[in-house]
């Protein structure tokens, strides 16, 4: 009789082993690019600040509602979609002086560490490789919500991001400062959970 209380115990504990992987699996999301907008601003000439977006980009992020701390980030930016609402602006920002596009036509994030700092805020630290140089960029993240597209159905996570960095850490100090050497950036984030179809008990 214990051998086979003990048998069936095994039997059960290895029929939940999948389950309880796919509980600890952390939840998926790739960008809704309708929805993700990638923004900058910086000093010109110390009389306004110019603002731009990159407007195409690719990558990931996991999330955990209850455990934030173990977030990924992972988003590579297509530097020569750069959108500064002028043509000549933005072929100079593509230029040598600057973006060098041609020859780095990639930007890249990836996480490296995420902390919570109240429910709804925290912050995010990763590697930022821009004109091949990679240094640490931390940044100041709020969680604005999460729940099912309204039309869509689909399950969503948004967020906004904000910091800044100073362009010649990079390398590029070209026209500073008629051009300032701190970058304001601004992202605003709408994620699609990947494993939605597995998702629909949540």
Same mark, same amino acid.
């Given at each position: 009789?214990?051998?086979?209380?003990?048998?069936?115990?095994?039997?059960?504990?290895?029929?939940?082993?999948?389950?309880?992987?796919?509980?600890?699996?952390?939840?998926?999301?790739?960008?809704?690019?309708?929805?993700?907008?990638?923004?900058?601003?910086?000093?010109?000439?110390?009389?306004?600040?110019?603002?731009?977006?990159?407007?195409?980009?690719?990558?990931?992020?996991?999330?955990? =509602? &209850?455990?934030?701390? /173990?977030?990924?980030?992972? *988003? +590579?930016? %297509?530097? #020569?979609?750069?959108?500064?609402?002028?043509?000549?602006?933005?072929?100079?920002?593509?230029?040598?002086?600057?973006?060098?596009?041609?020859?780095?036509?990639?930007?890249?994030?990836?996480?490296?560490? =995420? &902390?919570?700092?109240? /429910?709804?805020?925290?912050? *995010? +630290?990763? %590697?930022? #490789?821009?004109?091949?140089?990679?240094?640490?960029?931390?940044?100041?993240?709020?969680?604005?919500?999460?729940?099912?597209?309204?039309?869509?159905?689909?399950f969503m996570a948004g967020f906004s991001i904000s910091g800044k960095i100073n362009r010649a850490d990079f390398g590029m100090a070209k026209h500073i400062?008629?051009?300032?050497?701190?970058?304001?950036?601004?992202?605003?984030?709408?994620?699609?959970?990947?494993?939605?179809?597995?998702?629909?008990?949540?």
């Open positions: 009789m214990m051998k086979i209380i003990t048998l069936a115990l095994l039997t059960l504990l290895f029929a939940a082993s999948p389950v309880l992987a796919a509980t600890a699996e952390p939840e998926k999301y790739t960008f809704d690019p309708a929805h993700t907008q990638v923004m900058f601003s910086v000093s010109h000439l110390g009389m306004s600040h110019s603002h731009g977006r990159f407007a195409k980009f690719d990558g990931y992020f996991t999330f955990d =509602v &209850k455990n934030p701390d /173990a977030s990924v980030i992972d *988003v +590579t930016i %297509d530097a #020569t979609s750069i959108d500064m609402g002028s043509k000549e602006w933005e072929d100079h920002i593509r230029g040598e002086d600057f973006l060098n596009t041609e020859k780095f036509p990639k930007m890249t994030f990836k996480s490296t560490a =995420v &902390k919570r700092d109240g /429910a709804m805020n925290g912050t *995010v +630290t990763g %590697d930022l #490789t821009l004109l091949g140089v990679t240094k640490p960029v931390t940044l100041d993240v709020t969680y604005n919500k999460s729940g099912r597209h309204p039309y869509m159905k689909n400062p008629d051009v300032g050497d701190e970058v304001k950036i601004m992202i605003e984030v709408e994620g699609i959970r990947q494993d939605f179809e597995g998702m629909n008990a949540k």
